[in-house]
Every structure is written in C-alpha cells, then in structure tokens.
C-alpha cells in the first residue's frame, strides 16, 4: 500500500499539482493588489514553479540543470534555487522601508 502511495508518479503528481495552484494563485493576487512588494513575492513564486518543473524533469531524467556548467560550477542550477529567496528577501526589504 505505501509503495502506491509514496512512489515516483504520485511525487510529480503532488508537485505539479501544488506549484501550479501557488503561482496561479500568487499571479491571481497581485492583479488585485498591484503593489510592488507583492510582485517580488509572485516572481519568487515564478522561480519556485520552475524549480518545481525542473525537478520533474531531473526525477524523469529528461532534463538536469546540475550537468550544464561554467568552468565546472553548475551556475544555472544555483541561479534557479537561489532566485526566489533574493527576491522573497527584496519584498520583505520593501516592506520594511514602507513601514
């Protein structure tokens, strides 16, 4: 039973599933908020997504990030994980100096 229910498909499955609620919903909310705090939250949603897209392709081995590098650093890989925090943190920041 739990083979069934904790195996690869159901993974991706959930993962879609989840990420594409959040960056709808995170587009969805600031059509009606419009303030520019907000939008740094809906790019970070943005950039979560694509993680979240990215690693489906990485656990159905058609696509991993990690093997395209730099002079030996997989930049890509560390740009896309990283991404949403710096602008997570840009928002909270902004938040901060409205307030």
């Given at each position: ?23 709808l919903l ?11 705090q907000n ?61």
């Amino acid at each position: 039973m739990t083979k069934i229910l904790f195996n690869d498909f159901t993974y991706i499955i959930v993962d879609i599933a989840l990420g594409s609620i959040m960056a709808l919903l995170g587009i969805l909310s600031y059509g009606k908020t419009k303030k520019v705090q907000n939008l740094f939250f809906v790019i970070s949603g943005v950039f979560l997504y694509l993680i979240m897209a990215f690693r489906v392709l990485k656990k159905l081995n058609i696509f991993i990030l990690a093997d395209f590098m730099i002079k030996d650093i997989p930049i890509y890989d560390y740009l896309i994980n990283y991404f949403p925090y710096i602008f997570m943190i840009c928002g909270f920041i902004i938040i901060l100096k409205k307030e």
